[in-house]
């Protein structure tokens, strides 16, 4: 299995992802209004933070089956962890689902701001909330398990038409059926009992067949203990992440109205592709350099590391400098609202330059989630989230959106620069230095000289046709890409190699 071929894959699912929300998103909030997309968007922020629930298992079932991979008729014990994990998701589905049920009128009552919607749409919304987020969460457990498996290029394949069937499906129905927004989210509840019998069905049946079944019914406790403390690891670190990355978000949800909250969540969805630009590599990469590792191979293990950080830095910084640069012409080619453009560019700003630093910071997790060894994350973890809750907190409430994403690019700069070293020192002594100052300086500092002369000699204008603003951006774009691309040696080592062979 190619981990070029699976990149190559992740991007154009990715792309295709990022590319019908940004067709499709201005669409929902033209048929939907400002408010009721408003409650599109407090559901994204409850989905994260429902993530707190997942405990760590969806990361350990897709670390557990690439190690399995990589080791010795260890499918055996991986299936006896496989069931157990299922109960204890299944459990946890149901509870959500009650919890959101029982829970939404208090909700709809005491958090939500709102001014013309009926407070009993509000409220079967938030119940119908609350059934799509378990289901949601039961198909990343799949999806985890099929990226382990490397089944990348058929995860992508199936993405797209459920994402297809998520975004273009329900814009059919906005459109020419209803737009009532409870029928958007009973629409999008169906679509999430499809994915999961679609995800579960093919991780089954990519499995490896043993010799003994675990059964129909069947929780080995000893097959979870073993995995236990990776899990706990990972869950307390991604309940601090959620902390850090979704505190803004909750605090301004009770604080700006509906109308201003969706333009917030539009400002926060461009922001948030910035940062999923590295999901594609570290997607494919991970399950390989835990191969590699359980087969004791950690010279290869580590040219693959430096490769994809230099991938990740070179595609998530461009986009996230070209973003924050023109962000208010963005904004408007993407919505046509010249208020949502006014308002949002420059929170856009730097929540897209914070999250260009995160893209490349990233890099030190997957590294330790490699080594299955997760105790130098959870410490930094706690220390990030005890420093950055209440920075990002004060800057939400007093100085509003902007404050909150200045307070973001600041600390995830100061943050990349201390613990990144601490965390290479660890695992690969000797290692980070010339990480840096190799593979990853050059290529940002290229970016950004590159970028801002193109900003000051190409200055776009709110009164030009949108469709020319976004050929405009997409030149410019490719321009500082192709531009920068030399920076990187990876991309520099293979044009070199093709120059001599020719």
């Given at each position: 299995?190619?981990?070029?071929?699976?990149?190559?894959?992740?991007?154009?699912?990715?792309?295709?992802v990022?590319?019908?929300?940004?067709?499709?998103?201005?669409?929902?909030?033209?048929?939907?209004?400002a408010?009721?997309?408003?409650l599109?968007?407090?559901?994204?922020?409850?989905?994260?933070?429902m993530a707190l629930?997942?405990?760590?298992?969806?990361?350990?079932?897709?670390?557990?089956?690439?190690?399995?991979?990589?080791g010795?008729?260890?499918?055996?014990?991986?299936?006896?962890?496989?069931?157990?994990?299922?109960?204890?998701?299944?459990?946890?589905?149901?509870?959500?689902?009650?919890g959101?049920?029982?829970?939404?009128?208090?909700?709809?009552?005491?958090w939500?701001k709102f001014?013309?919607?009926d407070?009993?749409?509000?409220?079967?919304?938030?119940?119908?909330?609350?059934?799509?987020?378990?289901?949601?969460?039961?198909?990343g457990?799949?999806?985890?398990?099929?990226?382990?498996?490397?089944?990348?290029v058929?995860?992508?394949?199936?993405?797209?038409?459920?994402?297809?069937?998520?975004?273009?499906?329900?814009?059919?129905?906005?459109?020419?059926?209803?737009?009532?927004?409870r029928?958007?989210?009973?629409?999008?509840?169906?679509?999430g009992?499809?994915e999961?019998?679609?995800?579960?069905?093919?991780f089954?049946?990519?499995?490896?067949?043993?010799?003994?079944?675990?059964?129909?019914?069947?929780?080995?406790?000893?097959?979870?203990?073993?995995?236990?403390p990776?899990?706990?690891?990972?869950?307390?670190?991604?309940?601090?992440?959620?902390?850090?990355?979704?505190?803004?978000?909750?605090?301004?949800?009770?604080?700006?109205?509906?109308?201003?909250?969706?333009?917030?969540?539009?400002?926060?969805?461009?922001?948030?592709?910035?940062?999923?630009?590295?999901?594609?590599?570290?997607?494919a990469?991970?399950p390989?350099?835990?191969?590699?590792?359980?087969?004791?191979?950690?010279?290869?293990?580590?040219?693959?590391?430096?490769m994809g950080?230099?991938?990740?830095?070179?595609?998530?910084?461009?986009?996230?400098?070209?973003?924050?640069?023109?962000?208010e012409?963005?904004?408007y080619?993407?919505?046509?609202?010249r208020?949502?453009?006014?308002?949002?560019?420059?929170?856009?700003?730097?929540?897209a330059?914070?999250?260009?630093?995160?893209?490349?910071?990233?890099?030190?997790?997957?590294l330790?989630?490699?080594f299955?060894?997760?105790?130098?994350?959870?410490m930094?973890s706690?220390?990030?989230?005890?420093?950055?809750v209440?920075?990002?907190?004060?800057?939400?409430?007093?100085?509003?959106?902007?404050?909150?994403?200045?307070?973001w690019?600041?600390?995830?700069?100061?943050?990349?620069?201390?613990?990144?070293?601490?965390?290479?020192?660890?695992?690969?002594?000797?290692?980070?230095?010339s990480?840096?100052?190799?593979?990853?300086?050059?290529?940002?500092?290229?970016?950004?000289?590159?970028?801002?002369?193109?900003?000051?000699?190409?200055?776009?204008?709110l009164?030009?046709?949108?469709?020319?603003?976004?050929?405009q951006?997409?030149?410019?774009?490719?321009?500082?890409?192709?531009l920068?691309?030399?920076?990187?040696?990876?991309?520099?080592?293979?044009i070199?190699?093709?120059?001599?062979?020719?």
């Amino acid at each position: 299995m190619s981990i070029k071929r699976n990149s190559i894959a992740n991007y154009i699912g990715q792309g295709y992802v990022i590319a019908t929300g940004i067709v499709i998103t201005p669409l929902y909030l033209q048929y939907l209004g400002a408010e009721s997309y408003g409650l599109v968007g407090f559901f994204a922020l409850l989905q994260s933070w429902m993530a707190l629930l997942d405990l760590g298992l969806s990361p350990t079932l897709g670390r557990q089956v690439a190690h399995a991979r990589g080791g010795q008729n260890s499918f055996e014990v991986f299936k006896r962890l496989l069931k157990s994990l299922e109960l204890i998701f299944l459990g946890l589905a149901i509870l959500i689902a009650m919890g959101f049920f029982f829970s939404s009128q208090w909700i709809s009552s005491n958090w939500v701001k709102f001014e013309s919607i009926d407070i009993d749409v509000i409220v079967y919304s938030i119940s119908l909330m609350g059934m799509l987020i378990g289901l949601r969460w039961f198909s990343g457990f799949y999806r985890s398990g099929i990226i382990g498996l490397e089944d990348q290029v058929w995860l992508n394949a199936a993405n797209i038409v459920l994402i297809s069937l998520k975004f273009v499906g329900a814009l059919i129905l906005l459109a020419f059926i209803s737009q009532d927004i409870r029928h958007f989210f009973e629409y999008q509840l169906l679509i999430g009992f499809i994915e999961v019998l679609v995800f579960a069905g093919r991780f089954y049946c990519k499995l490896p067949a043993t010799q003994h079944s675990p059964g129909l019914v069947f929780f080995d406790w000893s097959a979870v203990k073993s995995v236990a403390p990776f899990a706990l690891g990972i869950a307390y670190t991604s309940g601090l992440w959620v902390l850090v990355t979704q505190t803004d978000k909750l605090i301004l949800s009770g604080v700006l109205n509906l109308a201003e909250f969706g333009y917030f969540s539009l400002v926060a969805l461009v922001a948030g592709g910035v940062a999923t630009l590295s999901g594609p590599i570290s997607q494919a990469i991970m399950p390989r350099m835990t191969m590699l590792l359980a087969q004791d191979n950690k010279e290869e293990m580590l040219r693959i590391y430096r490769m994809g950080s230099q991938i990740v830095a070179l595609i998530s910084f461009s986009v996230a400098v070209m973003v924050g640069l023109y962000a208010e012409p963005l904004l408007y080619a993407w919505t046509g609202n010249r208020e949502a453009a006014n308002w949002g560019a420059e929170v856009l700003l730097w929540f897209a330059l914070g999250n260009g630093v995160l893209a490349i910071g990233a890099f030190q997790y997957y590294l330790q989630s490699a080594f299955g060894q997760l105790r130098l994350h959870v410490m930094g973890s706690t220390i990030s989230a005890v420093i950055q809750v209440p920075l990002i907190y004060f800057a939400a409430v007093n100085y509003g959106a902007v404050g909150a994403g200045i307070a973001w690019f600041s600390f995830r700069t100061l943050w990349f620069f201390w613990w990144t070293p601490i965390v290479h020192s660890r695992f690969v002594p000797g290692l980070h230095w010339s990480w840096l100052i190799k593979d990853i300086l050059p290529i940002v500092g290229l970016i950004s000289a590159v970028a801002l002369l193109l900003s000051s000699q190409f200055v776009l204008k709110l009164d030009a046709n949108r469709l020319w603003l976004f050929a405009q951006m997409l030149g410019l774009g490719l321009m500082l890409l192709g531009l920068s691309s030399m920076s990187a040696p990876v991309i520099r080592m293979k044009i070199i190699s093709k120059i001599k062979k020719v």
